[in-house]
Structures are given as structure tokens and as C-alpha cells.
């Protein structure tokens, strides 16, 4: 087994992309199988209704994830703003493990906080509001009991809507608060922090309280992305190809 943890998000991957089905379906079964870890950090589904929604791609999805696990990786997921209906059976399915909003997790020694990078975005009060409703047991119940054709309706809905709010909101506002950050490593204990969302792939510099702190932002796949490889000595950009 190779000692390498990578991390991926924001893959948005939807019946209407099937060439980036394709690189998320090869980089699992000939980069990520045999390797120790993989971290996906939300939004792997571009919108997602259920677990007993089987149409293409989440059922091609499954199995390659079904194959990763059963090589012996570790597959952990964190839920995006897109995907958040992710459950329990989708876990049982594929044997992936379901991490909460923020995690800790011990990257070769160094205690790294990891989360999908949403609930960082605090300037977006409107965003805020709206996920604070959905992200709740008695919101995901209700939803989760209509019928597949209706939440398919609701997603399609979604997507327009979220596509419209994103061009009249100003760059600033989509982008993580540098206070949010600062607070939520202070209170983690960590100096290294890795997200997504944003789509503002960088690896960021910078201090909290005398400590130097790294922050590192996950591209999405847009056809140029890369994972986030670690290991014993240290990180690099890993193009998927
Ligand atoms: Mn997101």
C-alpha cells in the first residue's frame, strides 16, 4: 500500500458531463485504488436527490467507489452545499465514511482541518440563511420522502436558481471570510486547513496568533484540475489525466 493521501471536490458530476464522469471513474480505478487514503471534499454530485436515486452516473459511481474501498483505501466524504442528501446508504453501498462539516484528521503528523468551505463563506448571508433551513433532519426527512421525479424537478429548479444568484453576488462575497478562517483554525488547533467551493484553487500563506498556517483550495474539475497529494515528504499538484 502507498503511503499517500489525496484530496479531491467540487467534481459536480451530473449525467450532462460525461467526460468528466469518465476522468473521476478512471482517476479511481488507476491513481486512487491501493493508495491509503482519499478525501473527497463535497460536491462530488453536481446535484444529489437521494440514495435510491440508481440512474447514471451515481450508479457507476458507486461501484468504482465500491472497488476503491474494497482494494483497502480509505474513502472519506464530507458533504458540499450540492450533495448534502448523501446518506447512510450510500455509505453502506460503496463503503465510504461520512465525515461531519469540520474534521481533523492526522496527515503524516500534522493535525489537518478539513471541510467543504460553504460554511467559511460567512459574507454571503443569503447563502448562510438558506443552507441554516435545508441542513436540518426535519427539512432533509421531508424532502427526502417525495417522489424521485418531483425532487428531480426541485434539483433542476435549484440549479437555475443557484446559477442566477451566483452572477449578482460580487466576487468578494463567494469567498471564505479571512476572520471565519481564522476563527475556525484557532478553535480546531490546527495550522493547516484544506477546502473546496470556492473554485479558487491556491495555496495560501499566512498567520494565526505567531503560528504559520497554510490554507489549500481545491480546484473544480473543469477539465483542469489536479488532486492534492500528501505524503511523508510533503504535497504536490497532481494533475488527473
Ligand atoms: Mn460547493
Redesign the pocket.
Known sequence: MTQETLFV??LHLTATRPEAVRRFLHFLDRRVRGIERLYIL??LFDAYIGDDDDSWPSRDIKAALRRTADSGTQVHFQH???DFLLGERFCEDTGVTLLGDYAVVDLYGTPTLLS???LLCTDDLQYQAARARVRVEDWKRNALSKPLWMRRLYARGYRLKSGLDKRSKTYDIMDVNPDAVTEVMRRHGVSRLIH???HRPDVHDFEVDGRNCQRFVLPQWDGREWALCWGREGFRREKIG
Open positions: 471536490s467540487d463535497g460536491d458540499g452545499n450540492r467543504h468551505g460553504d473546496g467551493h470556492t
